[in-house]
Nanobody
Framework: QVQLVESGGGSVQAGGSLSVSCVAS????????MGWFRQAPGKEREFVAA????????AYGDSVKGRFTIARDNAKNTVTLRMDSLKAEDTAVYYC???????????????????WGQGTQVTVSS
């Protein structure tokens, strides 16, 4: 079992930067693929970024590629999403997610993740 707690959401003006973090409980964190997803009101949950258990592989959604960076610190059971050049359309609740399969490849679909945090709101004003 893995529990995830996000933090760091907030409000920022367009063009600004913000970081959100996720702290995981459980001994297997360092062997799990981690992902970030987001959901805006009235829209489906969207893949944002994912990182492999080692941190050696990452994947990004097309809408955030080149602007967002995912990183992890296995010693601290933490995964962070750095968001630069934010746009109004980045406004959403951001969710941290953890795979349940150890040492798996990077995954980009919500169905691939077994554990989810409660979400943190990011609001970008134009």
């Amino acid at each position: 079992q893995v529990q995830l707690v996000e933090s760091g959401g907030g409000s920022v003006q367009a063009g600004g930067s913000l970081s959100v973090s996720c702290v995981a409980s459980g001994r297997t964190f360092s062997r799990l693929c981690m992902g970030w997803f987001r959901q805006a009101p009235g829209k489906e949950r969207e893949f944002v970024a994912a990182i492999s258990w080692s941190g050696g592989s990452t994947a990004y959604g097309d809408s955030v590629k080149g602007r967002f960076t995912i990183a992890r610190d296995n010693a601290k059971n933490t995964v962070t999403l750095r968001m630069d050049s934010l746009k109004a359309e980045d406004t959403a609740v951001y969710y941290c997610a953890a795979d349940s399969v150890i040492l798996a490849v990077v995954k980009t679909t919500a169905e691939s993740y077994a554990y989810w945090g409660q979400g943190t709101q990011v609001t970008v004003s134009s």
